[in-house]
Structures are given as structure tokens and as C-alpha cells.
């Protein structure tokens, strides 16, 4: 893929998830998509497969009333991309883990995307 072309699938799985498209999301995916949540050095979820990663992004559908990721540097090193963003969201309900409704969340991490037949095919969100 061109580094235009990665640019641009990259920003429609962004604005999708932004805009808690589901569908769209997944559109920009490979149907052997890895997905991968590192925070803090620790993995708390991954997935393998689209339907994997559909219930995944289902559920945490429930957790904010609203979310947006920004990026706030991009580069594509050896095919891979690199986003650096910023994220912010508001919690939707009291949630388990002592998140308030209402409380809002903002933090940076990065975003490491692989391509694979032209589709998204492997994430790592590292925070």
C-alpha cells in the first residue's frame, strides 16, 4: 500500500470509531484482524477475527456516551503505521472498576496499525 492509502484507511477507521460506526469500523478491516489493548505494559484485551473484535467494540459501545482519538503525529515505518493520539471520553454508567457516570477520561497513547490485502489486519493500542 502507498503511504497515502494507509493514511486514508487509517482516518476512516478513526472517523468511524469516532462516530461509533461499528460497520464502518469493521469495513476497514481484514477478516483475520488481530486486535490488542496494552496498558501500562499489562494486555487487558485482544481479539482474533472480525467477529472477535465486532463483540469486542459492541461492548464497549456501553461504556461511553462519547469518545473521540485524535492523531496528533502519524508516520509509516517499514509498512507499519504509527499513530500517536490523544483520546478522550465521557463514562456512560458507574462502572465496576470505581469510573464514574459522567467522569471524563482523557489520556495519549499510540496506535500501531499492519496492513494485510489492503484492510487493516493487526492493531496494537498501547497506553
Not at 14 to 37: G, T
Not at 86 to 91: I, K, L, N
Not at 108 to 113: K, N
Request: glycine share 8%; with cysteine.
Amino acid at each position: 500500500m502507498q503511504p497515502n492509502e494507509i493514511r486514508a484507511l487509517v482516518d476512516r477507521y478513526i472517523d468511524a470509531y469516532n462516530r461509533m460506526d461499528i460497520d464502518a469500523m469493521l469495513s476497514c478491516m481484514h477478516a483475520q484482524v488481530e486486535f490488542k489493548n496494552i496498558e501500562g505494559g499489562v494486555v487487558n484485551a485482544s481479539t482474533e477475527g472480525i467477529e472477535a473484535l465486532k463483540q469486542l467494540a459492541q461492548q464497549s459501545l456501553a461504556l461511553f456516551s462519547a469518545r473521540q482519538q485524535r492523531i496528533e503525529a502519524f508516520e509509516i515505518r517499514d509498512g507499519v503505521a504509527h499513530a500517536h493520539i490523544a483520546f478522550h471520553a465521557v463514562v456512560a454508567s458507574d462502572l465496576p472498576n470505581g469510573l464514574q457516570q459522567g467522569q471524563i477520561l482523557n489520556f495519549s497513547g499510540r496506535s500501531e496499525f499492519e496492513f494485510w490485502d489492503g484492510l487493516i489486519g493487526k492493531i496494537t493500542d498501547i497506553s
